[in-house]
């Protein structure tokens, strides 16, 4: 193979690699308007396809000035290419309230007090409100988010969102845990040291400080843990698409 060939073959390849690595083309829209508040990718441009309801900013105002470059490496990590051809710094999103009131008669969930990262949402933090529309990762129920723990700070009057909660937390890091194992009328327990934090369901690491040995254990409650068969059907409960998967 000749060099000139060689060097011909290596271009091709890095062609290739940059077409394969290149996202959806989209073009900026047109008419700038959001009526929910929450500012996605379908707003912004147009052919989002399976991206357009992915939220890239809340608006609080009236409109809302959003960073071009900001929002074009946004854009990128969900496989959507704007090449921005006039070079445009701001892009503003203005709020339609005419198509906000005329769409306000369905019900969403909202918290009704403001709660702090890690607080567990109880029944009386949740109440009903009239919206434009139902958020896409609103819960399907709201057993589903009663007993959960909020990942970070939420306000009051904020639509209640599935990736806002997740399992609270029942074993920390550095606490001392009772592991039990049951099987056929056989129990056994010892204490010994999470090594991680851990929600019900979870898997962790616990070291056995008597044996200085790490034990595989599934948490069960504030400070608990399973091995054994009771730890298998505890985790089926809780992460039954993880044991799926296996």
């Not at 989002?48 to 900001?70: C, H, Q, S, Y």
């Not at 939420?154 to 209640?160: H, P, S, T, W, Y």
Request: aromatic share 4%.
């Amino acid at each position: 193979m000749t060099r000139a060939f060689a060097c011909l073959i290596a271009c091709m390849t890095l062609s290739c690699a940059a077409v394969a690595a290149a996202g959806t083309p989209v073009s900026l829209n047109a008419n700038l308007v959001d009526a929910t508040g929450h500012v996605t990718l379908g707003e912004l441009f147009d052919n989002a396809g399976p991206a357009r309801d992915v939220v890239v900013a809340e608006r609080t105002g009236p409109n809302i000035v959003l960073d071009a470059a900001a929002v074009q490496n946004f854009a990128r990590r969900y496989g959507l290419d704007w090449d921005n051809p006039r070079g445009i710094s701001r892009i503003i999103v203005r709020g339609d309230s005419l198509m906000a009131a005329a769409g306000r008669n369905r019900e969403i969930l909202t918290y009704a007090r403001s709660l702090n990262a890690g607080e567990i949402v109880q029944a009386t933090d949740l109440i009903w409100a009239k919206a434009a529309e139902t958020p896409v990762d609103a819960p399907a129920n709201v057993d589903t988010v009663i007993g959960m723990a909020a990942r970070h700070p939420l306000r009051e009057g904020d639509a209640v969102l599935a990736h806002d909660v997740t399992a609270p937390i029942v074993v920390k890091v550095g606490d001392t845990v009772l592991v039990t194992y049951a099987d056929e009328g056989v129990t056994l327990t010892l204490q010994g040291k999470a090594m991680a934090s851990a929600a019900v369901g979870d898997t962790l690491n616990v070291l056995n400080t008597s044996s200085k040995k790490l034990i595989e254990a599934v948490a069960s409650g504030p400070d608990q843990a399973l091995v054994g068969p009771e730890a298998l059907r505890l985790k089926a409960e809780q992460h039954p698409a993880q044991i799926a998967l296996r």
